[in-house]
């Protein structure tokens, strides 16, 4: 059964420094999306990402936050700076289409990032 | 805006007992609605959905759901617990503003069942 992927499964990092979480979608599917889980709280939409550009993003997306499709398979979340309060589960997913789909997103397992 | 409301934050049930976990959304438009499930240490999986037709829709697991449109529910049954079924429950809506998908999670539900 095709799947997304994530990786890395856990990163730590050093607050101020950048890190890159990736995800990859499953093949035929068009629509991109970044959420994340503070623990102890609920999921937040970040990002969507459709025809190599953001769909939507909220409030959470800052300047900080970036998002690309470097190539056909990759789908990237960059945080340039983090803070302490970025730490959380970083879930990618994705889904097969817009108005035509049938609105399941399909969740990779999650990153996990630990800022010191 | 749309919205996800559940009721229960934290729900502790002994093996065998009946499980109903509300869910309210507010979005005046049409909408999906799907019921995720993250087990312990483990990602987002999705247990049911409802996208139109019969508003009772049955998931993997045994469990249930039934969207009410007048009240602007989805709420998710199962008869009899088992203690593999404690988990967090997220119940969310999906609508299509412009196209694309949209899905707003509710803050979830911690459902602890004790053997």
Redesign the interface.
Known sequence: EPEVTQTPSHQVTQMGQEVILRCVPISNHL?F?W?RQILG?????LV?F?NNEI??KSEIFDDQFSVERPDGSNFTLKIRSTKLEDSAMY?C?S?ES??G??????????SRLTVL | AQSVSQHNHHVILSEAASLELGCNYSYGGTVNLFWYVQYPGQHLQLLLKYFSGDPLVKGIKGFEAEFIKSKFSFNLRKPSVQWSDTAEYFCAVNSRPGGYQKVTFGIGTKLQVIP
Do not use: D, I
């Open positions: 629509y999306y959420y709280q609920k999921v937040e939409f969507s459709y769909s939507e879930f997913a889904s817009g108005t789909g049938t609105g399941e997103l399909f969740f990779g397992e999650g």
